[in-house]
């Protein structure tokens, strides 16, 4: 499970203001819900594209901060969709998961990558941690 921040100044909730039907536009009927930390994420079980076997997707709420969109896509093996004749099916899926998060989010798929990128770049690795008789110091 992913969760994905949004653009500074941005809400959530300003962004999508009915969760349950723009996830059911993107992936399918919804079928039921899941819990993760605490919020209530909504589940379809059979989605609208081929190469998606489920989809976990909603608001995960946190108090005192900016809420988070949560998602989790299972596919089929890239060799079973090829078999099954789904090759423009997983083109479409890249565009409905890219597309989904730009609107919950405001970020483009760089835009993502890259705050993830640095949200990782500022945990300090053991290789990173220097023991000195004052203390550690992080290079």
């Known amino acids: ?8 100044g941005e809400y959530l909730d300003d962004r ?3 969760m349950e039907a723009t ?10 819900t899941e819990e993760y930390k605490g919020s209530e994420l909504y589940v379809v079980e ?4 081929a190469v998606f076997k489920r989809v976990t997707v909603g608001t995960v709420e946190y108090s ?5 969109v949560a998602l989790d896509i299972e596919e089929r ?10 090759v423009e099916a997983a083109e479409e899926a890249v565009s409905l998961k890219n597309d ?9 798929a760089k835009a993502r990558r890259d705050s993830m990128k640095i949200a990782r770049s500022y945990r300090p690795s053991r290789s990173r941690l220097i023991r000195t008789s004052v203390g550690v110091i992080i290079s």
């Open 1 to 8: 499970m992913r969760e994905y921040k949004m653009r500074r």
């Open 16 to 18: 999508i203001e009915a």
């Open 23 to 32: 996830v059911e536009d993107y992936f399918g009927p919804i079928s039921g």
């Open 46 to 49: 059979e989605p609208s594209n």
């Open 64 to 68: 005192g901060k900016k809420n988070k």
């Open 77 to 86: 093996p890239a060799e079973e969709v090829i078999a099954s004749g789904d």
């Open 100 to 108: 989904f998060l730009e609107e919950a989010t405001g970020r483009d």
